[in-house]
């Protein structure tokens, strides 16, 4: 039995036909009967020919791949998003880059690289208003913003409802009888850090609480600047009873400076974070959090840039996703 791959000759002499024939058959030209296509699709699918992907990009004028950018391959949101929009891609018959670009200059670069060359059809960028990278977006090229909502109206975007993500957080402290909460916000510089923070503004002042700068702390994702936060809230003696922190890793870090200063959690300090880590669980305590659905949005935001590829107008410009409160031991009531 023959190993070599069938070719589209193979495929032109089961079908009787020119091997032009066929081509036109691939690459779906209407200059083909019914007919002649049927007998055609039935050879390629007895053969088991699949067309070259080089030949039908060079047929097409297509690379039938795609390319997604964020400021790292290791963060678990980051990874998490791309494997959604892989897996969509896939489903298109698409292949997905994933590249990583560290500062606005690498970005620069690797969008040159990659658009500039033609090696993609279409891009998605990963927080792309993390630094000034938003600065070298390309101009009229199939784009999909994730993670930050678009400045542009004519790019589309996915990304989590943060507003909502920290409101609700909130109001659940709240509603366990918390009033001195304090917030542990990502880079200011960043969409999703002013929305949280507007969510988290809007339940305090909903609930009559007066909004203490004081209790504010701007870290940047890390478990350490989660650490810091709290530890500069005790060193300025304006201890909480319950933090906010924006994502599970700085939560991570104010339940380990908890740990450091005797305070206990949750019967003296309750804590929230945003993402539900896989280890977030595995925390002591185990961390309460919103739950988002990070693949789901990089696989619709691979969905936005397909339609943006095939000529149509997205049903929504800017897709918001929901997340979900779980409830876990760093949470009780509580009050000043």
Known sequence: MSLSRPTIRDVARQAGVSHQTVSRVINGSDDVLPETRAIVEAAISDLGYRPHAIARSMASGL????????????DY?????????????????????????????????????????????????INPYADERYKFMPKDFPLVFVGARSHDENICSASLDDEMVAYEATKHLISLGH???????????????????????????????????????????????????????????????????????????????A?????????????????????SSYFDPPLTTMRQDMPSIGQFATRMLFDILQGKKPEVRELKFPAELVVRQSTVKGGD
């Open 259 to 279: 740990r450091d200063v005797n305070l206990q959690v949750p019967t003296q300090l309750s804590v929230i974070g945003v993402d539900d880590m896989p280890l």
């Open 179 to 257: 009033k001195k909460i304090a917030l542990v916000t990502g880079p200011m510089s960043e969409d999703c850090s002013q929305d949280r923070t507007n969510g988290f503004r809007r339940a305090l002042y909903e609930s009559n609480i007066s909004y203490d700068s004081k209790l504010v702390y701007e870290g940047d994702w890390s478990a350490s600047s989660g650490q810091n936060a709290l530890l500069h809230f005790v060193n300025q003696s304006h201890v909480p009873s319950a933090v906010f922190a924006q994502n599970d890793r700085m939560a991570m870090g104010v339940l380990r400076a």
């Open 77 to 125: 949101t980051f990874a998490s998003i791309i494997e959604g929009a892989e897996q969509e891609a896939r489903q298109q018959g698409y292949f997905m880059l994933s590249s990583s670009a560290t500062d606005p200059q690498a970005f620069h670069e690797l969008v040159d690289e990659l658009v500039g060359h033609r090696r993609v059809d279409g891009l998605i960028v």
């Open 63 to 74: 690379t039938n791949t795609l390319a997604i950018i964020s400021p790292n391959l290791t």
